[in-house]
């Protein structure tokens, strides 16, 4: 099953715009993931933020995470018309009996940002 | 190039033929994986390889078979082509400990007729 399910599925704003995606989880993590696809493209890594933070920031974007409320959000300010693509959140949690990570991705949300 | 390279990057084949997808990196990470992606349901995990000696089944391992020939090739096997094994595949390698972030590559289409 998901780990991460992410709201909402698609996303239509315009440039300037903030754009806010969120991705609730069911088990305790490690840590969750942000990644980008461009349309047909490999992901690519965004940010971490690790359990214990609450709070992280890369150029443009902010990600905050709440534990207590399983959930995460991704903000992206001032969004540009290059900010069009799908965004997920990934989920990072040991694996059953390993000091090991699992990751679980969720179903992700598909931006689209209009000049 | 690419740290992580996958080949082809788009097949089209016919039901019932053997495919392999050939994934290489240059990271020299330990852990690499195959996920597939249909849309409206993300990326799910096919195998996953620690090392040449430790492959693990994901969640939808079935009608695939992969082989670690390196640390840094892992294969994909579709023994028998079904069109509902047409998709888009990814390899990602991340470092051992699993905690970290995945790298991917750019991607193959695969479609089944």
């Known amino acids: 099953s998901q780990q991460g399910e992410e709201d909402p599925q698609a996303l239509s704003i315009q440039e300037g715009e903030n754009a806010t995606m969120n991705c609730s989880y069911k088990?305790?993590?490690?840590?969750l993931q942000w990644y980008r696809q461009n349309s047909g493209r490999g992901l690519v890594h965004l940010i971490l933020i690790r359990s214990n933070e609450r709070e992280k920031h890369s150029g443009r974007l902010r990600v905050t995470l709440d534990t207590s409320k399983k959930s995460s959000s991704l903000l992206i300010t001032a969004s540009r018309a290059a900010d069009t693509a799908s965004y997920f959140c990934a989920t990072v949690r040991n694996a059953g009996g390993t000091s090991y990570g699992k990751l679980t991705f969720g179903q992700g949300t598909i931006l689209t940002v209009h000049p | 190039d690419a740290d992580v390279t996958q080949t082809p990057r788009n097949r089209i084949t016919k039901t019932g033929k053997r495919i392999m997808l050939e994934c290489s990196q240059t990271k020299g990470h330990d852990r690499m994986y195959w996920y597939r992606q249909d849309p409206g349901l993300g990326l799910r995990l096919i195998y996953y390889?620690?090392?040449?000696?430790?492959?693990n089944k994901g969640e939808i391992s079935d009608g695939y078979s992969v082989s670690r020939q390196a640390q840094a090739k892992f294969s994909l096997s579709l023994e028998s082509a079904i069109p509902n094994q047409t998709a888009l595949y990814f390899c990602?390698?991340?470092?051992?400990?699993?905690?970290?972030?995945?790298?991917f590559g750019e991607g193959s289409r695969l479609t089944v007729l």
């Open positions: 390889s620690f090392d040449v000696k430790d492959i």
């Open positions: 990602a390698t991340s470092d051992f400990s699993g905690f970290g972030e995945l790298f």
């Open positions: 088990t305790s993590i490690n840590n």
